[in-house]
């Protein structure tokens, strides 16, 4: 339903509501009924014009501005304040389709798919006619289209006339020439024929003056949609437009009540064509989706029988059955079934006039059975298992499942797993069995005797599994090691006839550091305890390394045992350079070695040539690891003796800096500086010089910084403050006074603190009492 109070706010409504009907022109609009009014709205919506063009018009037919608003005021009076028209409106609203139709969606409350009910709420098919094809020759062509006469050859033109209302066209000087209702090739030889008496000889071989007649833009036709359609009523198409046009025009028939398979077309009063829209989804035959005229009507009816098709079918939903179709097609139009589905019978649920009836049908009935209206078919899943299946695993060449044929036993399965593998242990191999309640059982074989036909073979059933064990899977996993002096030390897998040689090989050959001495091997000791105290568990072996680090030939041939150790040695006097830097005030700074184990801080400035005139022991750095050291590097000097001596390390760096002339102040002075060094000032003078202390400076905690790292702080007698003499390159630190925490007592402390109070409180009333008896 169109919603008037929504379109009447628009001029160009207005105006087309004004211009639509040829009455208006000698009526005021005063005059006009409310169908009328209402005639105009549905009319307007039909228009291409534009604002302009329909002001223009109205103007040119003598209608004034007051007449729109007029008109406007009208229309408004007709809608409710929901926008909803007060007046009832004709059932069948003429609808326009647009240029790019919106895809309708098909709502259904069923949560089964009804199968085709997708076809006209999917986004990607519209179903809009094309207009870029050649002139179908057997178009009819009627009122509003638009002929495109080509004339070429010896003599060239081109008429683009328009079919009138009446029927006819008109070309040049040339009478009226009527088409209505011809088709394209019959047309084409009329007009041909009365072009003639403009082209002499026209179409004809001698005359070389050749003409066709070809469709140009084409009109618009009405169409009824009545019966079960989502939106009923009456839309304007184009005149090529057909069946499945007008169907995705109005939403395709009701999922809930149309019928999919008995759309009706009639013209003139009689039924002309039957579509079943099946026929388009199953075999993409379109044989019944005819070209619409003018005033065609489609009729959707209710469906008569809708099944359910439910489980292992490819296309699980509802389908509408017709009374000659069987279970069988209703299976086709599912797909069949899926590879999974049980097809020895099929589940039915059928709904009698007082509950429901549970049915069976069997695969040889199917192709007669007949569905009736609300069946439910569900076809079920084969089971997870297999009725021949036995299986092994394990040392075999081909483990895996086979099938259980009669009579087959062990040995005839192993034959089809290509045999046993080297490796297979043959004292015991494992059958597990189901018994007839299905609980397990396990059955060992001595699968040697078995092979060499000691014992009877065993007869194979069901399910049956044979697991047959490697050697190596009963066993601990063997390996050996190697420490020590070698590139790759750790673990490796034990093969048989390993050699040490070998081993070092996978350890990729002897380290730098390896010695020629003596190599040891610890062995675990199983049986052999020869030679061996009572309480010696491993067996030690020794064996030398010649001096190009090669092991002499019977020591090279000695074979590993599983989990053997072996132990390569390193040089006691092998170690790896470390280096310490020195920079500054020496005359060869850089990186020096350290040579033994007993270097000192002045054996590093002893070879870097000694101290430079300029260099400030006081300012001196050592870092170790990333850290300071403070050091008194004048009295290590003068007395290398001293602990501050320190013994070298790797990465150790020692700073002698040139003599620093200034002082640093920072913290909590107004004026944080740097200012010269002057030996006569105080500590108070550099103070001074940063503008003094803050209110937040905590006096008794100041220190200074010496140049070499060293704290120096303030002491305190009896009140008196001694403040530390800055030196050069010092840095003046003044601390910030910390923040107080609020002295806050929990509550169990404030019970506390009563509790002893009133005590006392009590106490000192007693006495008193005591004092004045």
Same mark, same amino acid.
């Given at each position: 339903?169109?919603?008037?109070?929504?379109?009447?706010?628009?001029?160009?409504?207005?105006?087309?509501?004004?211009?639509?009907?040829?009455?208006?022109?000698?009526?005021?609009?005063?005059?006009?009924?409310?169908?009328?009014?209402?005639?105009?709205?549905?009319?307007?919506?039909?228009?291409?014009?534009?604002?302009?063009?329909?002001?223009?018009?109205?103007?040119?037919?003598?209608?004034?501005?007051?007449?729109?608003?007029?008109?406007?005021?009208?229309?408004?009076?007709?809608?409710?304040?929901?926008?909803?028209?007060?007046?009832?409106?004709?059932?069948?609203?003429?609808?326009?389709?647009?240029?790019?139709?919106?895809?309708?969606?098909?709502?259904?409350?069923?949560?089964?798919?009804?199968?085709?009910?997708?076809?006209?709420?999917?986004?990607?098919?519209?179903?809009?006619?094309?207009?870029?094809?050649?002139?179908?020759?057997?178009?009819?062509?009627?009122?509003?289209?638009?002929?495109?006469?080509?004339?070429?050859?010896?003599?060239?033109?081109?008429?683009?006339?328009?079919?009138?209302?009446?029927?006819?066209?008109?070309?040049?000087?040339?009478?009226?020439?009527?088409?209505?209702?011809?088709?394209?090739?019959?047309?084409?030889?009329?007009?041909?024929?009365?072009?003639? &008496?403009?082209?002499?000889?026209?179409?004809?071989?001698?005359?070389?003056?050749?003409?066709?007649?070809?469709?140009?833009?084409?009109?618009?036709?009405?169409?009824?949609?009545?019966?079960?359609?989502?939106?009923?009523?009456?839309?304007?198409?184009?005149?090529?437009?057909?069946?499945?046009?007008?169907?995705?025009?109005?939403?395709?028939?009701?999922?809930?009540?149309?019928?999919?398979?008995?759309?009706?077309?009639?013209?003139?009063?009689?039924?002309?064509?039957?579509?079943?829209?099946?026929?388009?989804?199953?075999?993409?035959?379109?044989?019944?989706?005819?070209?619409?005229?003018?005033?065609?009507?489609?009729?959707?009816?209710?469906?008569?029988?809708?099944?359910?098709?439910?489980?292992?079918?490819?296309?699980?939903?509802?389908?509408?059955?017709?009374?000659?179709?069987?279970?069988?097609?209703?299976?086709?139009?599912?797909?069949?079934?899926?590879?999974?589905?049980?097809?020895?019978?099929?589940?039915?649920?059928?709904?009698?006039?007082?509950?429901?009836?549970?049915?069976?049908?069997?695969?040889?009935?199917?192709?007669?059975?007949?569905?009736?209206?609300?069946?439910?078919?569900?076809?079920?899943?084969?089971?997870?298992?297999?009725?021949?299946?036995?299986?092994?695993?394990?040392?075999?060449?081909?483990?895996?499942?086979?099938?259980?044929?009669?009579?087959?036993?062990?040995?005839?399965?192993?034959?089809?797993?290509?045999?046993?593998?080297?490796?297979?242990?043959?004292?015991?191999?494992?059958?597990?069995?189901?018994?007839?309640?299905?609980?397990?059982?396990?059955?060992?074989?001595?699968?040697?005797?078995?092979?060499?036909?000691?014992?009877?073979?065993?007869?194979?059933?069901?399910?049956?599994?044979?697991?047959?064990?490697?050697?190596?899977?009963?066993?601990?996993?063997? &390996?050996?090691?190697?420490?020590?002096?070698?590139?790759?030390?750790?673990?490796?897998?034990?093969?048989?006839?390993?050699?040490?040689?070998?081993?070092?090989?996978?350890?990729?050959?002897?380290?730098?550091?390896?010695?020629?001495?003596?190599?040891?091997?610890?062995?675990?000791?199983?049986?052999?305890?020869?030679?061996?105290?009572?309480?010696?568990?491993?067996?030690?072996?020794?064996?030398?390394?010649?001096?190009?680090?090669?092991?002499?030939?019977?020591?090279?041939?000695?074979?590993?045992?599983?989990?053997?150790?072996?132990?390569?040695?390193?040089?006691?006097?092998?170690?790896?350079?470390?280096?310490?830097?020195?920079?500054?005030?020496?005359?060869?700074?850089?990186?020096?070695?350290?040579?033994?184990?007993?270097?000192?801080?002045?054996?590093?400035?002893?070879?870097?040539?000694?101290?430079?005139?300029?260099?400030?022991?006081?300012?001196?750095?050592?870092?170790?690891?990333?850290?300071?050291?403070?050091?008194?590097?004048?009295?290590?000097?003068?007395?290398?003796?001293?602990?501050?001596?320190?013994?070298?390390?790797?990465?150790?760096?020692?700073?002698?800096?040139?003599?620093?002339?200034?002082?640093?102040?920072?913290?909590?002075?107004?004026?944080?500086? &740097?200012?010269?060094?002057?030996?006569?000032?105080?500590?108070?003078?550099?103070?001074?010089?940063?503008?003094?202390?803050?209110?937040?400076?905590?006096?008794?905690?100041?220190?200074?910084?010496?140049?070499?790292?060293?704290?120096?702080?303030?002491?305190?007698?009896?009140?008196?403050?001694?403040?530390?003499?800055?030196?050069?390159?010092?840095?003046?630190?003044?601390?910030?006074?910390?923040?107080?925490?609020?002295?806050?007592?929990?509550?169990?402390?404030?019970?506390?603190?009563? &509790?002893?109070?009133?005590?006392?409180?009590?106490?000192?009333?007693?006495?008193?009492?005591?004092?004045?008896?």
């Amino acid at each position: 339903m169109v919603k008037i109070g929504r379109l009447c706010r628009t001029l160009s409504i207005c105006l087309l509501g004004l211009l639509a009907c040829r009455a208006v022109l000698a009526q005021q609009v005063t005059n006009l009924t409310d169908e009328q009014v209402q005639q105009f709205v549905q009319q307007a919506q039909v228009s291409g014009m534009t604002e302009a063009q329909m002001e223009a018009m109205a103007q040119s037919r003598g209608f004034t501005a007051a007449d729109v608003n007029r008109m406007r005021q009208r229309i408004n009076q007709l809608s409710s304040p929901s926008g909803k028209p007060a007046v009832p409106v004709e059932t069948n609203v003429v609808r326009e389709q647009p240029a790019t139709p919106t895809p309708p969606v098909a709502v259904t409350t069923s949560p089964v798919p009804i199968f085709g009910a997708s076809l006209f709420s999917n986004a990607h098919l519209s179903f809009e006619p094309n207009l870029r094809i050649p002139t179908p020759r057997n178009y009819v062509i009627g009122p509003d289209d638009e002929l495109i006469i080509d004339i070429y050859g010896n003599a060239q033109q081109t008429y683009r006339p328009k079919v009138s209302p009446e029927g006819s066209i008109r070309v040049e000087n040339l009478g009226p020439i009527y088409v209505n209702g011809l088709t394209i090739e019959q047309a084409e030889q009329r007009i041909v024929g009365r072009l003639r &008496t403009l082209y002499r000889g026209l179409n004809s071989a001698a005359s070389g003056i050749q003409a066709q007649l070809t469709l140009g833009s084409v009109r618009s036709i009405k169409v009824t949609l009545l019966g079960q359609v989502v939106r009923p009523g009456t839309y304007t198409l184009s005149s090529l437009a057909t069946v499945f046009n007008a169907l995705y025009a109005a939403g395709g028939p009701s999922p809930e009540r149309g019928s999919f398979r008995d759309i009706r077309v009639y013209r003139g009063n009689r039924l002309i064509r039957t579509l079943d829209i099946y026929d388009f989804l199953l075999r993409a035959d379109q044989k019944n989706n005819i070209r619409l005229l003018d005033q065609d009507i489609i009729f959707v009816d209710h469906y008569n029988t809708r099944i359910e098709l439910a489980g292992e079918v490819k296309q699980p939903g509802l389908y509408e059955i017709r009374p000659d179709e069987t279970l069988k097609s209703a299976l086709t139009f599912a797909g069949n079934f899926t590879d999974r589905a049980y097809t020895a019978s099929i589940h039915l649920r059928r709904n009698t006039p007082t509950e429901q009836q549970l049915m069976t049908i069997n695969a040889a009935d199917i192709t007669q059975f007949v569905p009736q209206a609300g069946d439910r078919y569900v076809v079920g899943s084969i089971l997870e298992r297999i009725e021949n299946k036995v299986s092994v695993s394990g040392a075999v060449f081909r483990p895996g499942e086979y099938a259980l044929l009669k009579g087959m036993t062990i040995r005839q399965m192993i034959r089809k797993a290509e045999g046993l593998r080297e490796d297979a242990f043959l004292n015991r191999a494992t059958l597990r069995r189901l018994r007839e309640n299905l609980d397990p059982e396990i059955i060992s074989v001595d699968l040697g005797k078995l092979l060499r036909g000691e014992v009877a073979d065993i007869t194979l059933q069901r399910e049956d599994h044979l697991t047959i064990n490697t050697v190596s899977e009963l066993r601990q996993k063997r &390996t050996v090691s190697i420490q020590g002096a070698v590139n790759k030390s750790g673990t490796f897998d034990f093969v048989d006839s390993m050699t040490v040689a070998n081993l070092i090989v996978l350890a990729e050959g002897f380290s730098d550091a390896a010695i020629s001495s003596r190599m040891e091997i610890a062995r675990r000791i199983k049986n052999d305890t020869s030679g061996l105290v009572s309480n010696q568990n491993v067996r030690l072996m020794t064996f030398a390394i010649d001096q190009h680090l090669r092991l002499n030939s019977m020591d090279a041939q000695l074979t590993l045992r599983p989990f053997d150790q072996v132990f390569v040695r390193t040089s006691p006097r092998y170690e790896a350079q470390k280096g310490v830097s020195i920079s500054g005030e020496v005359f060869y700074p850089g990186a020096y070695a350290v040579r033994t184990s007993t270097d000192r801080i002045t054996d590093l400035i002893n070879r870097a040539g000694g101290l430079k005139p300029e260099a400030y022991l006081l300012a001196a750095r050592f870092m170790r690891k990333g850290e300071a050291v403070s050091l008194d590097l004048q009295k290590i000097l003068s007395n290398p003796d001293v602990a501050g001596n320190l013994l070298l390390e790797d990465g150790d760096v020692l700073t002698l800096p040139r003599r620093p002339d200034i002082v640093r102040i920072r913290g909590e002075v107004l004026n944080p500086a &740097t200012v010269e060094f002057d030996p006569a000032k105080s500590f108070r003078d550099y103070v001074d010089e940063a503008g003094g202390f803050t209110n937040k400076a905590l006096k008794r905690k100041v220190y200074v910084m010496s140049a070499n790292g060293k704290i120096k702080p303030t002491h305190s007698f009896l009140g008196i403050r001694s403040y530390p003499k800055p030196e050069r390159g010092a840095e003046i630190v003044v601390p910030v006074i910390p923040a107080k925490e609020p002295n806050r007592a929990s509550s169990t402390e404030r019970a506390a603190w009563l &509790t002893v109070i009133a005590s006392g409180v009590a106490v000192i009333l007693t006495a008193l009492r005591l004092f004045t008896n």
